[in-house]
């Protein structure tokens, strides 16, 4: 057993009424572990089932050969960094070197708000939202299935997953809500300016 499945950084339902721990009990302990189990099995006895995860995710994202393993690889460090994204009585406001670094380069929260909530909503299919930086400079991107910010040379601060399987079972198809709910209920600003 190479890689395993992290802690969750708070109880599973401890984001009540905004994530059920119902989505939690797939979420984590289905989806999560099936993406750890999925890359122990495919990385059995090659080189890479002794690599960091990271330095999994960027060899095979060079190798098409290993779709598979950056597949599993990436969505077990996203989920990770997903629920890292998130906190009991989390939203609100960011402070301090963030929040005027959010000001100079989207002009003001609400505008860095609108879209994060745009890329979210219009990611088309499974994927995510992001908060990166690029250079110097912040930006909001979104990423189809397993692809992350770490093989664009960026650096992720926050990430909202929008799969269906991260909201289906508490919002059904209303994506916008449970973006917009993400983002004023549950998004972890500590987080995001400890990675910045
Ligand atoms: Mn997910």
Redesign the pocket.
Known sequence: MTFTLPELPYAPNALEPHLSANTFSF?YNK??QAYVTNLNNLVKDTPLASASLEDVIKESAKDQSKAGIFNNAA?VW??TF?WNSMKPNGGGLPSGELAKKIDKDFGSFDAFKEAFKQAGVTQFGSGWAWLVLEGDTLKVTKTPNADLPMVHGQKALLTC?V?E??YYLDYQNRRPDYVATFLDKLVNWDFAAKNL
């Open positions: 979420h989806h999560h969505q996203n989920h997903y997953d799969w399987h991260a």
